[in-house]
C-alpha cells in the first residue's frame, strides 16, 4: 500500500509547486493611502484647469507666491505669473510612482509626470494647507529617466517601494 501511495504524493506534489510558484509571481495591486488619492485628485483637477485656462479654479488651488524650480537651473525661479503663462493650455498627462509626506499644514508630494518617450518628468511640489484647502507652494521639476547621472546616495537599479 505504501509503494502505491509514494509515486501518488510525489505526482501531487509536482503538480502543484508550478501553481504555487506561479501565486509567488504574480503582481501585487498597492493599495493607494488616501494622501495619495487627494493629491492625485488636486495635480489632475490643477492640470485640468492649466489645460482649460480656468483661472477661477488654478487661484483656488495656487499660492500667490507660487514658484517653479527647474533641475536645469536650480538658481533661476519661474515665478507664478510666467509659469501660468508658460503652462496654459499645455495638456494633461498621466501621473505615477506618487509618495506624501505629511508634516500637518505641509505636504510634500513626488511623483512621476507621464508625458511621453524622454519627456517624463519628476515633479517635487509643496503643498501648504490654507484653511480646510490645500494650495500648491512650490513646485521642484527635473527631466526623468537618464540613468547616464546618477544622483549621490541614490539606488542604482530600478526597486519598487512599498510605500504609497
Avoid: C, N
Avoid at 501518488?8 to 494622501?35: E, F, K
Avoid at 488654478?58 to 527647474?70: G, T, V
Avoid at 509618495?99 to 505636504?107: L, R
Avoid at 517624463?120 to 484647502?133: E, L, Q, R, T
Wanted: proline share 6%; aromatic share 6%.
Amino acid at each position: 500500500m505504501k509503494t502505491r501511495l509514494l509515486p501518488l504524493l510525489t505526482l501531487i506534489a509536482s503538480l502543484s509547486a508550478p501553481a504555487q510558484a506561479a501565486g509567488d509571481q504574480q503582481q501585487r495591486i498597492p493599495t493607494v493611502t488616501r494622501l495619495v488619492q487627494l493629491f492625485s485628485t488636486l495635480e489632475s483637477e490643477l492640470m485640468a484647469a492649466l489645460q482649460k485656462g480656468d483661472t477661477t479654479a488654478i487661484d483656488k488651488m495656487l499660492a500667490d507666491d507660487f514658484e517653479l524650480r527647474s533641475g536645469a537651473m536650480p538658481g533661476t525661479p519661474t515665478p507664478r505669473a510666467e509659469w501660468l503663462r508658460r503652462s496654459h493650455g499645455q495638456a494633461a498627462a498621466p501621473i505615477e510612482q506618487m509618495a506624501v509626506h505629511d508634516y500637518g499644514s505641509a505636504a510634500v508630494v513626488s511623483y512621476l509626470w507621464k508625458r511621453g518617450a524622454r519627456h517624463d518628468v519628476f515633479i517635487v511640489d509643496v503643498w501648504g494647507k490654507s484653511g480646510d484647502a490645500w494650495k500648491l507652494s512650490a513646485r521642484y521639476a527635473s527631466p526623468a529617466g537618464d540613468r547616464r547621472f546618477t544622483v549621490p546616495g541614490a539606488a542604482l537599479e530600478s526597486q519598487p517601494s512599498e510605500k504609497k
